[in-house]
């Protein structure tokens, strides 16, 4: 079974960047789709941005729409999610998923993905 490892997270201040990486153990085409999605404390998780990664379709968030730029190198079988001008808001653990694409769409709901990695915690101070 795939298996997903999230690096990157840490503390920075409001303006700041981060990128976030994400390592598959190996690529499957079941599973062509790519998501980050994040949780803070007491929130639901959500979706940030995802990608198809046969074709390198990217969706985003109206959040970080702008502001978060999700990529993959497939030599590496990783998916990264550079992050700029982070806000207090953007305060979250954040979770790498894999999934399967519908009609080559990769959709932003959690329960399209059925594996996930450990989260990475990403803080940004005021």
């Known amino acids: 079974q795939v298996q997903l490892v999230e690096s990157g997270g840490d503390s920075v201040q409001a303006g700041g960047s981060l990128r976030l990486s994400c390592a598959a153990s190996e690529y499957t085409y079941s599973r062509n789709c790519m998501g980050w999605f994040r949780q803070a404390p007491g929130k639901e998780r959500e979706g940030v941005a995802r990608?198809?990664?046969?074709?390198?379709?990217?969706y985003y968030a109206d959040a970080v729409k702008g502001r978060f730029i999700i990529s993959q190198d497939n030599a590496k079988n990783t998916v990264y999610l550079q992050m700029n001008s982070l806000k207090p808001e953007d305060t979250a653990m954040y979770y790498c998923?894999?999934?399967?694409?519908?009609?080559?769409?990769?959709?932003?709901?959690?329960?399209?993905?059925?594996?996930w990695g450990q989260g990475t915690q990403v803080t940004v101070s005021s």
């Open positions: 998923a894999a999934g399967p694409s519908f009609g080559g769409v990769c959709r932003g709901s959690t329960g399209q993905y059925d594996t």
């Open positions: 990608i198809y990664t046969p074709g390198g379709s990217t």
